[in-house]
């Protein structure tokens, strides 16, 4: 059987009408959370994903803006949303200062991620949301409602992955990938290093492939290949493939891909030959997952103004002023009760001194 071309607008609407349901919860006269992008660098392919999350955002009822800034002013910008009580979430298209030197780390753009606040951070890349992810801890404390924020790219793929039917069916949280092998050619912190870890957490073996290195995820850990080891070598025995290469001229030898496999491209550029590749019996091949990234966004934006802006209950246990408030309200009412039961002590001794 020839190789199938997944289309991912029809994953996409699953999650459009659970947007849609959430939307049409919210008490009437709510306004739907805001997304603001903070867009301060030139690179034509954050544009374009500002301009199909604003184009996505408007057909689904939520809000978006994005603000356009100088590269000097991206951290005040990022500071003033963080304060903002209107501001439910917000995107920093990277990459901005790269491999610049930075005076507060090795990375400026590190040091940006980490700045986003938790409650705002639609894009899980924060610090907090990052070590949940590398230690397979789901909630940010035992409340069921905390639930950590996953990073919309890599989440996509998670989610084509089951639509394709490489996660298993049954009930077991974090061993539905068991026995499956997946490669995925790109190590960034923004997509390929968090998939390598979130198929892992799910019971796979993950190979991680860079310029100048493979490493083995497995379970919480992970250990560099020996040299023997090559992409070619691991693209064979692998299930699931994902490219991620921002080069043009790179492409992935299709005579490496093994029956079967489910090959998706995160890249902007293509990184397979489409037409070669699904000449391959039972391969599925996704092409671009944009549409599905973006309602990653959407989802995780919804889930963040549910758990930190709505009714101030984000923790699950609502405002701590909130708590204060209620315990002098408390301690208030038992005052209360304990000066009328005074009271009416002193007025019955009163009466009966009367009566005699």
């Not at 951070?121 to 409602?145: A, C, H, M, Q």
């Not at 998706?264 to 990234?293: R, W």
Request: contains cysteine.
């Amino acid at each position: 059987m020839p190789g199938e071309k997944v289309v991912t607008s029809k994953i996409a609407l699953t999650y459009k009408d659970e947007i849609r349901d959430f939307l049409a919860s919210l008490p009437p006269n709510t306004p739907a959370p805001l997304l603001v992008g903070l867009l301060a660098t030139s690179d034509p392919a954050a544009e374009s994903y500002a301009n199909w999350t604003k184009k996505a955002f408007e057909e689904d009822g939520l809000r978006y803006e994005v603000r356009k800034i100088e590269e000097q002013h991206v951290e005040e910008a990022l500071a003033q949303c963080n304060d903002d009580p209107n501001v439910h979430g917000i995107i920093v298209y990277y990459p901005i200062f790269g491999l610049t030197p930075s005076y507060s780390g090795s990375s400026h753009d590190d040091y940006l991620r980490d700045s986003v606040s938790v409650q705002k951070d639609v894009e899980g890349l924060t610090f907090t949301y990052r070590t949940s992810l590398y230690k397979n801890i789901r909630y940010l404390n035992s409340n069921p409602n905390s639930k950590c924020v996953l990073p919309c790219t890599a989440l996509s793929c998670v989610k084509i992955l089951e639509h394709c039917g490489v996660y298993a069916k049954s009930p077991g949280v974090h061993n539905r990938l068991q026995g499956k092998t997946c490669t995925i050619i790109n190590r960034s912190e923004i997509v390929g290093r968090p998939l390598a870890a979130m198929l892992a957490n799910d019971g796979a073996t993950v190979y991680s492939c860079d310029v100048d290195s493979i490493y083995k995820f497995e379970a919480g850990g992970l250990r560099r290949c020996d040299e023997g080891t090559t992409v070619k070598s691991v693209v064979e025995i692998s299930d699931v493939v994902v490219t991620g290469v921002p080069v043009k001229s790179y492409k992935l030898p299709t005579e490496w891909i093994k029956e079967n496999t489910v090959v998706i491209n995160v890249a902007s550029f293509k990184n397979v030959d489409a037409d070669e590749l699904l000449k391959i019996d039972g391969v599925k091949y996704v092409p671009m997952v944009g549409k599905v990234t973006v309602k990653m966004l959407e989802r995780n934006l919804c889930r963040l103004y549910k758990q930190y802006h709505m009714d101030r209950k984000g923790d699950g246990k609502g405002d701590p002023r909130d708590a204060l408030v209620k315990q002098a309200r408390d301690f208030a009412a038992i005052a209360a009760v304990g000066a009328l039961s005074l009271l009416a002590l002193k007025l019955a001794g009163i009466w009966r001194h009367c009566r005699k």
